[in-house]
């Protein structure tokens, strides 16, 4: 079955870095888009970024572009989000998805990973 | 950026009962809309897709309608498991984004 695990949150100090990294298996990870989604504490769902089947396209929410960077290892059936300059505003649980139907449309999820941004 | 704009934000309903949830679109996303539904301290889960397809799994009672800027997604008889929060989506334009939820609670 489809599996997506996340793993790399903890807490961070305001301007710091963080990596977070999302496992997959259970699908051929290579022919999907893959996403990053976050939620704020007791807030709505916010789309951070996606990035295609073979890394050519990617795209960002203007809240963390220029800050933040999407990749993918294919080989290693791994995703990953590089995340620079971060603020209290990023404090959410961040969430892998992904969507064998369409590029846009959520089929599969994490669990989440919390990233807490705190002086 | 499209804004979807849910409502109610509330919906209290009894088991049995039937839910109606709207989400309407700043501008049109064609059939490009998708529903979802969120439990505490869970992952959401995909219902619809494409406005009117339900995901692999999804129960019957869920149906989804609509295209253009005006959406619904139907419960059409509440199950105890059903209360939770319902958001809408949209694919047609970078950035996709949500709407900011419906919760359906027990009355």
């Known amino acids: 079955q489809v599996q997506l695990v996340e793993s790399g949150g903890g807490l961070v100090k305001p301007g710091g870095s963080l990596r977070l990294s999302c496992a997959a298996s259970?699908?051929?990870?290579?022919?999907?888009?893959i996403s990053w989604i976050r939620q704020a504490p007791g807030k709505g769902l916010e789309w951070v970024s996606y990035?295609?089947?073979?890394?050519?396209?990617?795209n960002y929410a203007d809240s963390v572009k220029g800050r933040f960077t999407i990749s993918r290892d294919n080989a290693k059936n791994s995703l990953f989000l590089e995340m620079n300059s971060l603020r209290d505003e990023d404090t959410a649980v961040y969430y892998c998805a992904t969507g064998l139907a369409a590029a846009g449309t959520l089929e599969y999820w994490g669990q989440g990973t919390l990233v807490t941004v705190s002086s | 950026e499209i804004v979807l704009t849910q409502s109610p934000a509330t919906l209290s309903l009894s088991p049995g009962e039937r839910a109606t949830l709207s989400c309407r679109a700043s501008?049109?996303?064609?059939?490009?809309l998708a529903w979802y539904q969120q439990k505490p301290g869970q992952a959401p889960r995909l219902l619809i897709y494409d406005a009117s397809n339900r995901a692999t799994g999804i129960a019957a009672r869920f149906s989804g309608s609509g295209s253009g800027t005006d959406f619904t997604l139907t419960i059409s008889s509440l199950e105890p498991e059903d209360f939770a929060v319902y958001y809408c989506?949209?694919?047609?334009?970078?950035?996709?984004?949500f709407g900011q939820g419906t919760k359906v609670e027990i009355k």
């Open positions: 989506q949209q694919r047609d334009n970078w950035p996709w984004t």
């Open positions: 501008q049109t996303v064609r059939s490009y």
């Open positions: 259970g699908f051929s990870f290579s022919d999907y888009y």
């Open positions: 990035i295609s089947s073979g890394s050519s396209y990617t």
